[in-house]
T-cell receptor, first 112, second 109 residues
């Protein structure tokens, strides 16, 4: 365990389903991130939260909806996804304006 | 052109061989991560460096900020080193990382 916990590890969902991914860290970090990793592509930043406030949305479709209720928890709510959204979704955390990232183990999402 | 270029994209080595992975980037940075990703998907930061050289066990990372280049070396490679290695420099402002496409390393016994 790295200190950043993601659940579930694997998720299969239909295109009409609604599901949520959860990320939790107790490292005292105040920045949290969602990344998407599709097959054979570099990691892509989706969202950044600094001090619970969203500071970046990297042109992510609205079918992905992030939520950060506090500095330790980050959610990614999913609805009406497409098969091309199948990917590994990684959460990470850090201190704002400091170096040093910690990544979670990821949720492997398959949309059928 | 990608902001972060890694070479090679794939590398196969025999156990015990010396491995070098290179990273060149165009984003303005002051620090960079080398990350390791095993087949399960989780990512671990091996190094975060902003100058010179760092060593951890059989791994050595170097960076030249002026030339915008970094290298990761694995000495006496072992099959458990088989993974994808990702170069990730910080952007010029803030705490965002930019990622290279990764180098897939396979070490055969």
């Amino acid at each position: 365990e790295t200190g950043v916990t993601q659940t579930p590890r694997h998720l299969v969902m239909g295109m009409t389903n609604k599901k949520s991914l959860k990320c939790e860290q107790h490292l005292g970090h105040n920045a949290m991130y969602w990344y998407k990793q599709s097959a054979k592509k570099p990691l892509e930043l989706m969202f950044v939260y600094n001090f619970k406030e969203q500071t970046e949305n990297n042109s992510v479709p609205s079918r992905f909806s992030p939520e950060c209720p506090n500095s330790s928890h980050l959610f990614l709510h999913l609805h009406t996804l497409q098969p091309e959204d199948s990917a590994l979704y990684l959460c990470a955390s850090s201190q704002v304006r400091a170096y040093g990232y910690t990544f979670g183990s990821g949720t492997r999402l398959t949309v059928v | 052109k990608n902001e972060v270029e890694q070479s090679p994209q794939n590398l196969t080595a025999q156990e015990g061989e010396f491995i070098t992975i290179n990273c060149s980037y165009s984003v303005g940075i002051s620090a960079l991560h080398w990350l390791q990703q095993h087949p399960g998907g989780g990512i671990v930061s091996l190094f975060m460096l902003s100058s010179g050289k760092k060593k951890h066990g059989r791994l050595i990372a170097t960076i030249n900020i002026q030339e915008k280049h970094s290298s990761l070396h694995i000495t006496a490679s072992h099959p458990r080193d088989s993974a994808v290695y990702i170069c990730a420099p910080y952007g010029a402002a803030g705490n965002k990382l930019t990622f290279g496409g990764g180098t897939r390393v396979l070490v055969k016994p």
